[in-house]
């Protein structure tokens, strides 16, 4: 706008003829329109934010005078942490399999979360086959957020293991752009992804938010977090962050990533906003040359 006030004042300009006129103002509008276009065939839906837990924090939560508390409060701010970066444009929370207990919690942190715009579906084991299979032909339309419950841990959970036919599906899912957060069910489904990440049962108490797991969960504390035992730990978490240890062991309970897939977490060479100005800004500076000289020419 500002080249265009510029340009325009300046007096020599009404000495150039209205056709020349018009194609400068076509090719401005082109070149802008171009610039737009590039930048966004070139961004990619870089999002699949994902948080694995070591919790059964759906087993150790519970509502008081209307909000979440304790492991409740947590999912509530998994939740709340993971919606603003799915990209694909659904937004539902698919609550994967779980009854009774388990989807008592997962109920009541999705409300608690308060995500504008946003719905809860409660998919049964039995529709596993059909939902996943719609997943995966069509990603961005499925999209979302996946929840997984603490299988064993809880009343009306689900086993990792169920979730292991489904494994490319849910890696395929978060790499094109949308969530999952999952709690202590085994993780047997990630083990069936070839991933580096190991992970291993351990049973303690006590986990403490590292630097990044305050930022991602404000308002959550470590007391939260360890008002049960967990039942999960990991290693080999490779460059996945780390966002709770274990107060005890010192050992990884909960993992988080912003951005990529499962299996390309934080992925390297993703295109820069910078690089994109610069290209804009070249385009437009392209346009403005054009006009000047024909200002110049009509002096």
Do not use: C
């Not at 194609?23 to 870089?46: D, E, I, K, N, Q």
């Not at 086993?159 to 949308?178: L, Q």
């Not at 990044?212 to 404000?218: D, K, R, S, T, V």
């Not at 308002?219 to 005890?248: A, E, K, M």
């Amino acid at each position: 706008m500002l080249w265009g006030i510029v340009l325009t004042s300046n007096p020599n300009w009404d000495n150039v003829p209205t056709i020349m006129k018009n194609t400068s103002h076509r090719l401005m509008a082109g070149l802008a329109a171009l610039g737009l276009a590039f930048v966004t065939s070139l961004t990619p839906a870089y999002a699949g934010p994902f948080i694995f837990a070591g919790t059964d924090a759906d087993d150790h939560g519970f509502v008081n005078a209307g909000g979440n508390q304790d492991g409740w409060l947590f999912m509530q701010k998994a939740l709340s942490n993971i919606a603003p970066g799915v990209t694909n444009g659904n937004t539902k929370v698919y609550i994967l399999g779980s009854t009774s207990s388990s989807l008592t919690a997962a109920t009541s942190a999705f409300t608690g979360a308060g995500l504008a715009g946003w719905t809860a579906e409660a998919v049964s084991t039995a529709n596993f086959a059909n939902f996943f299979g719609n997943v995966g032909a069509q990603q961005v339309g499925m999209g979302g957020i996946l929840m997984m419950d603490s299988g064993f841990n809880v009343s009306g959970g689900v086993d990792g293991s169920a979730f292991v036919p489904y494994a490319a599906t849910i890696n395929n899912f978060v790499g094109n752009g949308g969530g999952l957060f999952s709690q202590a069910n085994g993780y047997q489904w990630l083990g069936a992804l070839g991933l580096g990440v190991t992970v291993a049962d351990e049973f303690q108490t006590g986990i403490n938010l590292t630097a990044g797991g305050n930022a991602a969960f404000p308002g959550l504390n470590n007391g939260d977090l360890s008002s049960g035992p967990y039942h999960n730990r990991f290693t080999n978490v490779g460059s996945i962050p780390v966002l709770g240890i274990s107060s005890v062991t010192g050992n990884n309970i909960i993992l988080g990533s912003s951005g990529g897939s499962i299996t390309n977490p934080n992925p390297v060479g993703a295109p820069d906003g910078g690089s994109f100005l610069g290209i804009f800004l070249a385009l437009a500076g392209a346009a403005v040359a054009f006009r000047r000289q024909l200002t110049n020419r009509s002096a």
